[in-house]
């Protein structure tokens, strides 16, 4: 069966500094990846998503960028992080663009 | 544009039934997804409608009127593990993501 990891579960960074998530999914292959981030009581914005290794799309502009280096990893980063980039990331995975999204265990991420 | 509106909060009563509703403007439409999401963890797949009418599953069915840009979730035989937030999300043709509404709190009550 497949399984999606994200990591760490929750993080504290201090304005300025760099960022890293990173996701990885098992049991399939060449999944559509999507990056999300929900604000408190908000619904999900979508940041990124990807169809395949290399191949990123961005949503909306903002201060964080997306890689995938190999078929089953996305990663989420950013040089400097703002205040404004503290909520809760979601990485998920499909098979198709029709298909259900699932949800990684999200990352809790707050900026100080 | 894509527009999506569901009620922020509803309470229910333990062992009864309730329905969450969800309309959506969107240019397009191919499908629509209902999640489930517990405080603090990552949505669950709940869902899936893209032709009308109502898919049943368990104690959860979801319905849905293409026409009137409508869906809703019912919930039945109501546990208190059901308090959650219920997200609806549709996917729109060319694009390749969801929109999610800002979701549905439910509280269910002894």
């Known amino acids: 069966s497949q399984t999606i990891h994200q990591w760490p579960a929750t993080l504290v960074q201090p304005v300025g500094s760099p960022l890293s998530l990173e996701c990885t999914v098992e049991?399939?292959?060449?999944?559509?990846l999507y990056w999300y981030r929900q604000a408190a009581g908000r619904g999900l914005q979508l940041l990124f998503y990807?169809?395949?290794?290399?191949?990123i799309s961005s949503e909306v502009p903002q201060n964080l960028s997306a890689s995938r280096p190999q078929d089953r990893q996305f990663i989420l980063s950013s040089k400097k992080l703002l205040l404004s980039d503290s909520g809760f990331y979601l990485c998920?995975?499909?098979?198709?663009?029709?298909?259900?999204?699932?949800f990684g265990d999200g990352t809790r991420l707050s900026i100080l | 544009g894509q527009n999506i509106d569901q009620p922020t909060e509803m309470t229910a009563t333990e062992g009864a039934i309730v329905q969450i509703n969800c309309t959506y403007q969107t240019s397009g439409f191919n499908g629509l997804f209902w999640y489930q999401q517990h405080a603090g963890e990552a949505p669950t797949f709940l869902s899936y409608n893209v032709l009308d009418g109502l898919e049943e599953k368990g104690r959860f069915s979801s319905f849905l009127s293409r026409s009137k840009g409508y869906s809703y979730l019912l919930l039945k035989e109501l546990q208190m593990k059901d308090s959650a937030s219920y997200l609806c999300a549709v996917r729109a043709p060319g694009r390749r993501a969801l929109t999610f509404g800002s979701g549905t709190r439910l509280q269910v009550q002894p």
């Open positions: 998920a995975w499909s098979v198709g663009e029709d298909q259900p999204q699932h």
């Open positions: 990807s169809v395949g290794i290399g191949q």
């Open positions: 049991g399939t292959s060449n999944p559509n």
